[in-house]
């Protein structure tokens, strides 16, 4: 079976991690509820790598930033569209964080959608 994934990548400075976790956790359960497969929220930890190329750089980290890394997995990109339009709407997403004081800039983060290419399970 051939599933979808959007991916995200996104700047947070540590003190924010419990507020993020907080609405994440809340998230998942959300995305769950509409039909995702799974749904993960990592947190940087093992980062600086020699000779490779920072998560920090990638996501443009301020020096005070770590990185979140995100999956969700759906069964197909015709499901991934119609999960997320039901998300969406949810009005549970909305009332997750302050609008006016969000855990992490929204415009700083990587998003993007994924055609699974290898799969192990």
Not at 22 to 41: L, P, Q, R, S, T
Not at 81 to 102: E, G, T, Y
Request: glycine share 6%; charged share 25%; hydrophobic share 40%.
């Amino acid at each position: 079976m051939t599933h979808y994934v959007d991916g995200f990548l996104l700047p947070i400075a540590p003190e924010k991690l419990p507020e993020y976790q907080k609405m994440a956790n809340n998230a998942g359960a959300v995305w769950k509820e509409h039909g995702a497969i799974a749904y993960w929220e990592c947190v940087g930890d093992d980062l600086d790598i020699q000779d490779m190329t920072s998560f920090r750089t990638s996501a443009g980290c301020k020096d005070n930033e770590t990185v979140v890394i995100a999956w969700i997995i759906y069964p197909s990109r015709e499901e991934r569209d119609r999960i997320n339009a039901l998300v969406m709407a949810d009005p549970r997403l909305a009332d997750m964080c302050d609008k006016d004081n969000p855990p992490f800039d929204f415009k700083r983060m990587a998003y993007g959608g994924f055609k699974s290419i290898v799969s192990y399970q």
